[in-house]
């Protein structure tokens, strides 16, 4: 295994995951009214790949809710659930 990219992986995706909460404290989910389709799927990737469980976990119901208010794709959060974010 290449050790050092893993390494270099996981900072990188430590870093993106607390810009993410900065801007979750700010602002909430970069949504789609708000700020876009394109700005709301880099969160959903930067939520992804994030190394934090717990934060994964919170953010569920917080996008259910935007998911049934139509503010984020309800069939793009179901796949991702189904592919990773899911207990």
Request: aromatic content about 6%; some cysteine; overall charge negative.
């Amino acid at each position: 295994t290449d050790t050092a990219g893993l390494l270099r992986m996981n900072r990188g995706d430590s870093a993106r995951t607390a810009r993410l909460q900065e801007i979750l404290g700010q602002w909430g989910w970069p949504d789609g009214s708000r700020a876009g389709e394109t700005a709301s799927g880099a969160a959903f990737l930067v939520l992804q790949h994030s190394p934090s469980d717990a934060f994964q976990q919170r953010m569920l119901p917080v996008l259910d809710t935007l998911a049934r208010a139509g503010e984020v794709s309800a069939p793009d959060l179901a796949w991702k659930v189904c592919i990773g974010l899911a207990p």
